[in-house]
């Protein structure tokens, strides 16, 4: 008997077993294949990481027992997806192949020794290698906010390289983006109690589990039980998860208060717009990479990393505009200057173009705190007033850089201790009160105009 009549026989078995429902036979069995048969080892294929769930949680057993009977051979038994030996199968055939399709691998150069590192984003790199190096210990789940472009899915994607290079195959990683859960919870849900349930133990064969953008699952109460269940199993298993989103936990709107309080049960982190020294470093890397770096003066490079920081994304599409300006333009050997770089944006909105003063800051601190300007420079001492009077101290101080007693003079004539009191009680609450940073940075974007 072959292995494709031993596996035909084992299939119509489990079609005729009455503890294996048509749903699970029709949706998981029926186009599985036994692909080799080598020692006392099978391995079987199937098209989908559900349909290897179903087995490893409920059919191995089973499985294993069919084929002692019909072979008299006890078989260790491993699973597989049909795609990742079909792609084995051609490396096989074509090594040239293989180096091709390992260099274009996107993600593999998501890692953390390329994450470029500065105040906006060094904690949460620190973070997500922590729990890469002790999955499921440090903190967990680790919650990762931001917005758009600030490094959120490259850290988790370092995330998995690490734990793929450390544990290898011992243990399994699966990043996942929120809506693409979202999409099959769409279609499970519609499905039978039995798929359902075999959905929920499908993710039991990781041991990390990276879900990017959660605030996409917003409003989608059926689909977040379902996620619900996973991230409670993980939480009680010890198993790791991270989750990003663009909004602080407590901000996100459209989930239920329980999943809210799960969300903040371990450690929430955010990711800030790379300052100017961080901005240049990015360029300057992804340059480098691109081997264009040569192209560039300094001094267009730093207009670039001054005026176009809000998120990474920005960044690129800057050095885009200008490499295709370049390509039009000028000769091969000429490089990019800092005319060049303001000629070519002469006529886009840049960020910096509006000044930041000490009535700008006073006046979106005080509309933060619903409270007006004439309020807070009073000698009031109401909590909020005084709070706000602190912040707007603090911000001129940070960025500003005005000194204590030029503060204090704008502040109707503070002395320059009181300034540096407030600013120090500001910079003590960020250091120990993740909710007051997290306002901080609210506050600084408003004012930055990011």
């Known amino acids: ?27 998981y069995i029926s186009d599985t294949n036994l692909y080799t ?6 391995l079987i294929t199937t098209k989908s990481e559900i349909a290897i769930g179903v087995f490893e949680a409920g059919l191995n057993d089973k499985i294993k027992n069919i084929l002692k009977k019909l072979t008299g051979i006890e078989y260790n038994i491993s699973f597989e997806l049909e795609k990742n030996i079909n ?15 390992n260099n274009s691998n996107y993600y593999e150069n998501y890692t953390f020794e390329n994450f470029v590192r500065g105040d906006s984003n060094r904690e949460a790199m620190q973070a997500a290698l922590a729990v890469a190096l002790d999955l499921g210990k440090k903190w967990n789940p680790l919650f990762i906010y931001g917005d758009s472009g600030l490094g959120k899915t490259h850290l988790l994607h370092a995330i998995e390289n690490k734990v793929n290079e450390i544990y290898k195959t011992n243990t399994r990683v699966k990043y996942l983006k929120a809506n693409e859960f979202g999409k099959i919870a769409m279609d499970i849900l519609n499905q039978g109690h039995e798929i359902i349930e075999a959905f929920k133990t499908s993710y039991d064969i990781y041991d990390c589990l990276l879900i990017d953008d959660i605030q ?3 409003k989608r109460n059926k689909t977040n039980e379902l996620f619900f269940h996973i991230f409670n199993s993980y939480i009680e298993k010890n198993k790791q998860i991270v989750i990003t989103s663009d909004k602080y936990p407590d901000d996100l ?52 990393a001054l005026n176009f920081n809000s998120d990474v994304r920005k960044l ?6 200008l490499l295709f300006l370049a390509v039009m333009n000028k000769k091969p050997d000429e490089i990019i200057t800092l005319v060049d770089v303001e000629k070519a944006f002469k006529n886009v909105p840049l960020q910096n173009n509006e000044k930041i003063t000490p009535k700008k800051i006073k006046q979106i601190v005080a509309d933060n705190y619903n409270i007006t300007v004439k309020a807070m420079m009073s000698k009031s001492r109401v909590s909020n007033v005084m709070q706000a009077r602190q912040l707007a101290m603090y911000f001129c101080r940070t960025l500003l850089d005005d000194p204590f007693t030029r503060i204090g003079t704008e502040f109707g004539g503070k002395d320059h201790t009181t300034v540096m009191n407030s600013v120090k009680k500001v910079e003590s609450q960020i250091a120990t009160n993740k ?8 506050i600084r974007k408003k004012i930055e105009g990011k």
């Open 1 to 27: 008997m072959n292995t494709k009549e031993l596996w035909s026989e084992v299939k119509d078995i489990l079609s005729r077993d009455e503890s294996v429902s048509p749903e699970i036979y029709n949706y």
């Open 37 to 42: 048969v080598s020692d006392n080892n099978c």
């Open 87 to 101: 792609k084995q199968a051609s490396v096989i055939n074509n090594i040239d192949t293989l180096k091709e399709n």
């Open 216 to 218: 996409l699952l917003a």
């Open 253 to 304: 709107g459209g989930f239920e208060a329980r999943i809210i309080s799960r969300f903040s049960y371990g450690l929430s982190i955010g990711l800030d717009s790379p300052d100017f020294e961080t901005a240049l470093k990015i360029l300057e890397q992804k340059l480098k990479y691109q081997n264009n770096l040569a192209l560039f003066s300094e001094e267009s490079l730093e207009f670039i």
């Open 316 to 321: 690129e599409g800057a050095v885009k505009r």
């Open 435 to 442: 909710e007051f940073k997290h306002l901080i940075n609210t």
